[in-house]
């Protein structure tokens, strides 16, 4: 598997449905010391995951930026597009019951966010009129 690009466009965000899949992109991200990011199929839902831990000690999240991607997570929760038992960082996130395959890819702009740019997931995860 290449490098995934910073940000990672929604076209290339793992799918790591299957055995070792997981396992397997989590070690690829953690030996290229980079911010994990994938999308898992179960059953009839979706889910994204991300962990900055893989990147190593001397990346760091900025607390705006963390607050950000809570901050969006949150909202997608009240939306019902993810399940209220999400995981909001600050070092890892699981979010579970996404719809589709598609959405979850979109919703992975949460990679952006854990390099410092919460504008790509703010835009999927935008506040209530």
Same mark, same amino acid.
């Given at each position: 598997?290449?490098?995934?690009?910073?940000?990672?466009?929604?076209?290339?965000?793992?799918? +790591?449905?299957?055995?070792?899949?997981?396992? +397997?992109?989590?070690?690829?991200?953690?030996?290229?010391?980079?911010?994990?990011?994938?999308?898992?199929?179960?059953?009839?839902?979706?889910?994204?995951?991300?962990?900055?831990?893989?990147?190593?000690? !001397?990346?760091?999240?900025?607390?705006?930026?963390?607050? +950000?991607?809570?901050?969006?997570?949150?909202?997608?929760?009240?939306? !019902?597009?993810?399940?209220?038992?999400?995981?909001?960082?600050?070092?890892?996130?699981?979010?579970? !019951?996404?719809?589709?395959?598609?959405?979850?890819?979109?919703? +992975?702009?949460?990679?952006?966010?854990?390099?410092?740019?919460? !504008?790509?997931?703010?835009?999927?995860?935008?506040?209530?009129?």
């Amino acid at each position: 598997m290449e490098p995934l690009p910073t940000p990672c466009p929604a076209r290339l965000v793992p799918d +790591a449905t299957g055995a070792g899949s997981f396992d +397997a992109a989590y070690r690829q991200a953690r030996s290229r010391h980079a911010v994990f990011v994938a999308i898992e199929s179960q059953g009839e839902r979706w889910t994204v995951k991300a962990d900055t831990l893989t990147a190593g000690p !001397g990346h760091t999240v900025d607390d705006v930026v963390a607050d +950000a991607a809570r901050d969006a997570v949150l909202r997608l929760v009240a939306a !019902g597009e993810v399940r209220s038992d999400a995981h909001a960082g600050p070092v890892y996130y699981v979010l579970h !019951g996404v719809d589709s395959e598609d959405r979850a890819r979109e919703i +992975a702009a949460l990679h952006a966010a854990l390099h410092g740019d919460p !504008g790509p997931l703010t835009r999927v995860a935008p506040e209530a009129p």
